[in-house]
Nanobody, 113 residues
Framework: QVQFVESGGGLVQPGGSLRLSCAPS????????MAWYRQAPGKQRELVAF???????NYANSVKGRFTISRDNAKSTVYLQMNSLKPEDTAIYYC???????WGQGTQVTVSS
């Protein structure tokens, strides 16, 4: 079963930027549709951004115009460029293929002054 490892999170001030990376751990044989999700304490996990196997994209309304999902097929890696970060973006960010596989540990994003 393919698994994914998230990285790139950290502490940033409001208005700052981060670029998250999602790399497969184990064998990967296909270009999957992929998505980034996030979960804040006390809240449900929500879909943030989606990229299809044909590179179509979709975003949650809360991040449209600020976040960009992309992929590097040569590295089998998916990215989430996050700009103009807001405190409400604070969450653990996860990536997964669509349909989903097992959840990884995620990467913490904290937006605070």
């Amino acid at each position: 079963q393919v698994q994914f490892v998230e990285s790139g999170g950290g502490l940033v001030q409001p208005g700052g930027s981060l670029r998250l990376s999602c790399a497969p751990s184990g064998s990967i044989f296909s270009i999957y549709a992929m998505a980034w999700y996030r979960q804040a304490p006390g809240k449900q996990r929500e879909l943030v951004a989606f990229i299809g196997s044909g590179d179509s994209t979709n975003y949650a309304n809360s991040v449209k115009g600020r976040f960009t999902i992309s992929r590097d097929n040569a590295k089998s890696t998916v990215y989430l460029q996050m700009n103009s970060l807001k405190p409400e973006d604070t969450a653990i960010y996860y990536c997964n293929k669509v349909p989903g596989a097992s959840w990884g540990q995620g990467t913490q994003v904290t937006v605070s002054s």
